[in-house]
T-cell receptor, first 111, second 115 residues
């Protein structure tokens, strides 16, 4: 079973534009992580945000977390063709060490 | 630093045959995960090890799936017998352990096709 649901399922943008994808989850969490998956490198960890944090930045990535709405968003600024991949959120339900992945957003960045 | 190693990368078998996947985690990582990923879906946890102990195998179909992590390092996931619905990518991941704030490092996966 998947706890998280990413929205949109697919997104196509032009290089240089910003990409925003959302993740909603069902139960209380300890932390939420975002991962990227492409055919070349497999699943790669991008960023982790703890349940007591509201926003976090890493390079061109900005993640927000709203625990009252049980949702998170990932913003990629100034997108590049190399950002083309599927993006997944993963939640660790209240310290269980059990990560549940969402269904993913397939991002395509057109050069 | 070497990443998580999995083998084989691809496997094609007939239904009812056995199959085994091998994973070598990053050195020093105590926590090891096996996930199953169907096409267009996110990974789903099958089993989690802390050192050599399987601490969460609630999602592992134990009638046909088994796993082991001898000496708390390498791990093997086995399916016997395989069914058509087992066709998927099997991912292994590891993390340092000891905290739920650790990121997971994933291997390239084994793509299984059951004919």
């Amino acid at each position: 079973s998947q706890q998280g649901e990413e929205d949109p399922q697919a997104l196509s943008i032009q290089e240089g534009e910003n990409a925003t994808m959302n993740c909603s989850y069902k139960t209380s969490i300890n932390n939420l992580q975002w991962y990227r998956q492409n055919s070349g490198r497999g699943l790669v960890h991008l960023i982790l945000i703890r349940s007591n944090e509201r926003e976090k930045h890493s390079g061109r990535l900005r993640v927000t977390l709203d625990t009252s709405k049980k949702s998170s968003s990932l913003l990629i600024t100034a997108s590049r063709a190399a950002d083309t991949a599927s993006y997944f959120c993963a939640t660790d339900t209240s310290g269980t060490y059990k990560y549940i992945f969402g269904t993913g957003t397939r991002l395509k960045v057109l050069a | 630093e070497a990443g998580v190693v999995q083998s084989p990368r691809y496997k094609i078998i007939e239904k009812k045959q056995p199959v085994a996947f091998w994973c070598n985690p990053i050195s020093g990582h105590n926590t090891l995960y096996w996930y199953l990923q169907n096409l267009g879906q996110g990974p789903e946890l099958l089993i989690r090890y802390e050192n050599e102990e399987a601490v969460d195998d609630s999602q592992l179909p134990k009638d046909r799936f088994s796993a082991e992590r001898l000496k708390g390092v390498d791990s093997t996931l086995k399916i016997q017998p395989a069914e058509l619905g087992d066709s998927a990518v099997y991912l292994c991941a590891s993390s340092p352990g000891g905290s739920s704030y650790n990121e997971q490092f994933f291997g390239p996966g084994t793509r299984l096709t059951v004919l």
